[in-house]
C-alpha cells in the first residue's frame, strides 16, 4: 500500500527558511499529482503547491516567490523548500498523491496522505 511520510518541520523565526520532505513507497504506478497541503489550527485544510508529471507546478498565491516544490524521482522523495516564512505559514504540512489525471491544489483530489508535520514560526 502506499506510504507517505513527511519530516523536516519545526520552530523558525519571520524570515527564515525550512525544508519538508516527503518519502513515497508502494506505488503500483506512478501518482500524476504531488502536492503540499497546510492546516492551521481551526482552519479547513487548504494547497500550497502541486507538481504535475510534466514537471508543471501550481503554487497558492500567499507562497509564490518564496515556496519551492521539488522532486528527486530516484528515491520518490518531494521536497518543499520554504523561504521568507512568515508566521501566517505556521500549520501542519502535508503531503499527498493523486492518481488522477488532472491535477488540481484541491485535497479532494488526492487519494494518499502522509501524516504530516508541524510548521511554527514565530
Known amino acids: 500500500h502506499v506510504q507517505l511520510v513527511e519530516s523536516g518541520g519545526g520552530s523558525a523565526q519571520a524570515g527564515g527558511s525550512l525544508r519538508l520532505s516527503c518519502s513515497g513507497s508502494g506505488y503500483l504506478n506512478s501518482p500524476y499529482c504531488m502536492g503540499w497541503f497546510r492546516q492551521a489550527s481551526g482552519k479547513k485544510r487548504e494547497g500550497v503547491v502541486l507538481l504535475d508529471t510534466d514537471g508543471s507546478t501550481t503554487y497558492a498565491d500567499s507562497v509564490k516567490g518564496r515556496f519551492t516544490i521539488s522532486k528527486d524521482n530516484a528515491d520518490n522523495t518531494l521536497y518543499l523548500q520554504m ?26 483530489r488526492y487519494s494518499y496522505w502522509g501524516q504530516g508535520t508541524q510548521v511554527t514560526v514565530s
Open 83 to 108: 523561504n521568507s516564512l512568515k508566521p501566517e505559514d505556521t500549520g501542519m504540512y502535508y503531503c499527498a498523491a493523486s492518481m488522477l489525471n488532472w491535477c488540481q491544489l484541491v485535497p479532494g
